[in-house]
């Protein structure tokens, strides 16, 4: 089946350890996007990429690192600068960056 | 950057009504996409509705409904006849220069 993969569906980390979350799409899609959801602040966009090997930061990209080495590949490393790391997460991708956007199921990091 | 607002928090109403959800957005530019997403409690986001800057045209689909207005900077989505299964977050998003982003969302219960 076509779809975006977010995998693990829940995590727990240390505080001041770096955790990677995992996305993967094999929906052939150029673009792919991360967004952070906290209760009440609806989703903030981290980093996203329009296409292989370039990535741009969104509103809150201080903590975060991703890569894109491979199309259908988008991680986020969600580093120990970021200081308050607890949240839902939520990688999504689309053909352009204007086109509807497809959502993985998340991944709630709990980190204490 | 764009900017997405959604006035309405949580919204309640009875099984049967029309329910009408608010979306403000504020651009520079003359083009860009408007869109609409469910989350249900599952978490994943559900497309809705996507619209261009271009078309005004408003659209039903079901018991759904979506009037756009640029004079007004809004795009505003109508439920007719709400049932439970409709309970869910709704967020509206702004698409321009190929990043999307989001309202906080309205929280709508639709009571039996």
């Known amino acids: 089946d076509g779809g975006i993969t977010q995998s693990p569906k829940y995590l727990f980390r240390k505080e001041g350890q770096n955790v990677t979350l995992s996305c993967e799409q094999n929906l052939n899609h150029d673009a792919m996007y991360w967004y952070r959801q906290d209760p009440g602040q609806g989703l903030r966009l981290i980093y996203y990429?329009?296409?292989?090997?370039?990535?741009q930061k969104g509103d809150i990209a201080e903590g975060y690192s991703v890569s894109r080495e491979k199309k259908e590949s988008f991680p986020l490393t969600v580093t120990s600068a970021q200081k308050n790391p607890t949240a839902f997460y939520l990688c999504?991708?689309?053909?352009?960056?204007?086109?509807?956007?497809?959502f993985g199921q998340g991944t709630r990091l709990t980190v204490v | 950057a764009q900017k997405v607002t959604q006035a309405q928090t949580e919204i309640s109403v009875v099984e049967k009504e029309d329910v009408t959800l608010d979306c403000v957005y504020e651009?520079?530019?003359?083009?860009?996409?408007l869109f609409w997403y469910k989350q249900p409690p599952s978490g994943e986001l559900v497309f809705l509705i996507r619209?261009?800057?271009?078309?005004?045209q408003n659209e039903i689909s079901g018991r759904y409904s979506w009037n756009f207005q640029k004079s007004t900077s809004s795009f505003n989505f109508t439920i007719t006849a709400s049932q439970v299964v409709d309970s869910a977050v709704y967020f509206c998003?702004?698409?321009?220069?190929?990043?999307?982003?989001f309202g906080a969302g309205t929280r709508l219960t639709v009571k039996p």
């Open positions: 990429s329009q296409i292989v090997n370039d990535f």
């Open positions: 999504a991708s689309s053909s352009t960056g204007n086109t509807e956007a497809f």
């Open positions: 651009t520079r530019d003359t083009t860009y996409y």
């Open positions: 619209r261009n800057s271009f078309d005004e």
């Open positions: 998003a702004l698409s321009e220069d190929n990043d999307m982003r």
